[in-house]
């Protein structure tokens, strides 16, 4: 959730962002702005906020002072009764348990546990002050003087910077996925295998079944927050990865496809573009035990356990909770997270006009490749990949011989290096993107 070096390349960073903006304040700027608040309070449930006298209707168009603070103070407290209360093992498995029933009312229900009242009222004391900002500075239609006195102030900027946080917040969960694991096992490893792998994963036709898997998903944050259904697009626009080693990647270099060959113009490409190098922070190097005894100091502290691993509390739990374990015990805990294995960082753009969209700029993605006959891309691009690897390397007799070294065996395995392999049951595999999807 959290690349530096990736959000700096979608101009999600803050700091990459403001650079930018300062450099090239402009009117549509302040639309964008306004459009993505407006979006933002519109998804927020906030009659029980009514109830409580924490605000009135007015308030959301002409917020005060006096309303932002209750709404902090008010969010504050609901978020220490959920650290104070909250039974992670229980509520788990509650979850597991919800049937489909009135889904309005499941998502009313939701919104009424601390955790989403915390941030219900936080969220909206942010976005209120936000929108107080925009209108001392901007009264009508949003101009580049206005814009440029706006960022002037600290205020405006630390402003922007929060609407931006909510706008990476809309899409970075269902418009983009990382490749986590990638490759292509012995006998197809040495005739680059993987790279077919690697181009299919960013076929049209991938992306077209991620449209239909997801098209009525509901968003499990955001419908809490709205107390009703709430679908986010499904449309994937960008896929992330890294290599598995800090000196480069022979799957992912040089690895690019005309788009023409797949529906798009002529002269752009659909490409593994190399972003940058990871900071090399995790949890990898952490033993199990050494994170349950963390945990178990935190628990133990103060201000008791503040990550119990419930989705919607944060994202990467398992660093939270060795961060706040390494801090209680005032050990360097960012020379210590730092294991020293950096990665780079390479990323496909599927789509144009990638970052306006994944700023809610624009709508609508503008793909490279056309969707309209996804299927049959597979195709061409297995045709690419024969012509473009396969058949030079079929022409060595090293990859040949190298090929030749791994044999099937009897009762479905592989001899992989004088070694077993027994191919999974079928019951064992795990479900594809493709599972359950209407040809």
């Known amino acids: ?37 407006d979006i933002a309070i519109g998804q927020l449930f906030v009659s029980d906020l009514y109830a ?22 008010y969010g504050k407290d609901q978020r220490e009764k959920h650290h104070r209360f909250i039974n992670s093992s229980k509520l788990k498995g509650d979850l597991s348990r919800e049937q489909s029933g ?55 900027a630390r402003m922007v910077r929060k609407v931006l946080r909510k706008a990476k ?78 000196v480069g990647s022979s799957q992912y270099n040089r690895l690019r496809m005309p788009a023409d060959r797949l529906g798009g113009r002529h002269g752009e490409r659909l490409e593994y573009v190399e972003i940058g190098r990871s900071d090399a922070y995790g949890t990898s190097h952490f033993t199990t035990n050494t994170v349950d005894a963390l945990a178990k100091l935190v628990q133990q502290s103060s201000n008791g356990q503040r990550v119990n691993s419930i989705f919607g509390e944060g994202v990467s739990p398992k660093f939270r909770k060795i961060r706040e ?26 789509a144009r006009n990638i970052r306006e969209y994944l700023l809610g700029m624009d709508e609508a993605p503008d793909y490279i490749c056309s969707l309209k006959d996804s299927r049959s891309s597979t195709k061409v691009i297995a045709d690419w990949w024969i012509e473009r690897w396969l058949s030079r390397r079929i ?27 027994r191919l999974p049951e079928a019951d064992d595999v795990q479900q594809t993107l493709f599972d359950d999807i209407e040809n």
């Open 102 to 156: 009135d889904r309005t009312e499941h998502w009313r229900g939701r919104a009424q546990w601390h955790l989403y009242k915390s941030k219900r009222a936080l969220t909206l004391a942010d976005m209120l002050h936000s929108r107080m900002l925009l209108q001392r500075y901007i009264s009508g239609p949003p101009s580049v003087e206005a814009i440029r006195q706006l960022l002037a102030t600290s205020d405006g």
């Open 169 to 246: 917040a809309d899409r970075v969960g269902i418009a983009m996925a990382d490749i986590t694991v990638c490759g292509a096992i012995a006998p197809y490893s040495p005739l680059l295998g993987g790279k077919l792998v690697s181009m299919l994963a960013a076929s049209p036709e991938v992306v077209d079944a991620y449209q239909r898997k997801y098209l009525e998903q509901e968003s499990e944050i955001a419908s809490s927050m709205a107390g009703r259904p709430i679908v986010r697009p499904s449309n994937l626009v960008f896929l992330g990865t890294t290599s598995l080693y800090g």
């Open 395 to 421: 022409d060595s007799d090293a990859v040949l011989d190298e090929v030749a070294r791994h044999t099937t065996v009897r009762d479905g395995r592989y001899l992989l290096h004088g070694a077993c392999l």
């Open 52 to 73: 409580e006298e924490l605000l009135t209707a007015r308030d959301l168009h002409s917020p005060s002072v006096d309303v932002i603070e209750k709404l902090v103070t």
């Open 325 to 350: 374990g390494l801090d209680q015990l005032n050990f360097p805990t960012d020379a210590l997270l730092q294991h020293g294995r950096a990665r780079i960082i390479y990323g496909v753009a599927l």
């Open 1 to 37: 959730m959290q690349i530096r070096e990736r959000d700096a390349w979608l101009g999600w960073h803050p700091e990459s962002f403001m650079e930018f903006v300062m450099d090239s304040p402009s009117a549509e700027l302040g639309v964008w702005l306004n459009k993505t608040i």
